[in-house]
């Protein structure tokens, strides 16, 4: 399954096998001097994501899924050298691994399911990510754990920048193999 997240100022819409509607849309807003993404479906929002930082700089953000009314959290290793996001959900392990440039690999239970990867040159605080997933994959908690991570406040105030991606080490090799089934 191939599917595109297109970035347009602070809103982020999710489209599958590049339909002329987007099957998710995110954005942020701020509330109470805190920060919360929401990802709506037809005008009901069917996740939140709050950012949160911990002492000593760790970031965790606390996802909340509608369906499953259950919450969990992704969380950063706090490695500059070797970056990992990791998060418990549904019994299932899942680890997004940074690869050198722009590519992260996203793995369930130490096994590939899906991997994207973001454009290198952004305009106008647009931006696109190619998702590249098995079919059997859940849609909604995939494009939460991207909008997670992925959503910055510099990009907004930017007109035209470069993304280097990742420029440290990485725990893993990107797969160039590796394909969804």
Same mark, same amino acid.
């Given at each position: 399954?191939?599917?595109?997240?297109?970035?347009?100022?602070?809103?982020?819409?999710?489209?599958?096998?590049?339909?002329?509607?987007?099957?998710?849309?995110?954005?942020?807003?701020?509330?109470?001097?805190?920060?919360?993404?929401?990802?709506?479906?037809?005008?009901?929002?069917?996740?939140?994501?709050?950012?949160?930082?911990?002492?000593?700089?760790?970031?965790?953000?606390?996802?909340?899924? =509608?369906?499953? @009314?259950?919450?969990? $959290?992704?969380?950063?290793?706090? /490695?500059?050298?070797?970056?990992?996001? #990791?998060?418990? +959900?549904?019994? =299932?392990?899942? @680890?997004?691994?940074? $690869?050198?440039?722009?590519?992260? /690999?996203?793995?369930?239970?130490?096994? #590939?399911?899906? +991997?994207?990867?973001?454009?290198?040159?952004?305009?106008?605080?647009?931006?696109?990510?190619?998702?590249?997933?098995?079919?059997?994959?859940?849609?909604?908690?995939?494009?939460?754990?991207?909008?997670?991570?992925?959503?910055?406040?510099?990009?907004?105030?930017?007109?035209?920048?470069?993304?280097?991606?990742?420029?440290?080490?990485?725990?893993?090799?990107?797969?160039?193999?590796?394909?969804?089934?």
């Amino acid at each position: 399954m191939r599917c595109l997240i297109k970035r347009i100022g602070d809103t982020f819409e999710f489209y599958v096998n590049e339909n002329s509607k987007p099957l998710y849309i995110g954005g942020t807003r701020i509330k109470w001097f805190k920060e919360l993404r929401t990802i709506y479906k037809n005008d009901n929002i069917v996740a939140t994501i709050k950012p949160r930082i911990k002492f000593p700089l760790k970031v965790e953000y606390e996802i909340s899924i =509608n369906r499953e @009314n259950e919450s969990f $959290h992704i969380k950063h290793n706090n /490695s500059f050298t070797k970056p990992v996001f #990791q998060c418990s +959900y549904l019994n =299932n392990i899942y @680890n997004l691994i940074l $690869h050198k440039g722009n590519k992260v /690999s996203i793995f369930r239970d130490n096994v #590939q399911v899906a +991997y994207y990867k973001s454009s290198r040159i952004n305009l106008n605080s647009s931006r696109n990510i190619e998702l590249f997933a098995n079919s059997n994959c859940d849609k909604l908690l995939l494009f939460s754990l991207i909008f997670s991570i992925e959503y910055t406040e510099q990009d907004e105030a930017n007109s035209v920048y470069f993304d280097l991606g990742n420029i440290s080490g990485e725990s893993k090799s990107f797969d160039e193999k590796w394909s969804p089934n």
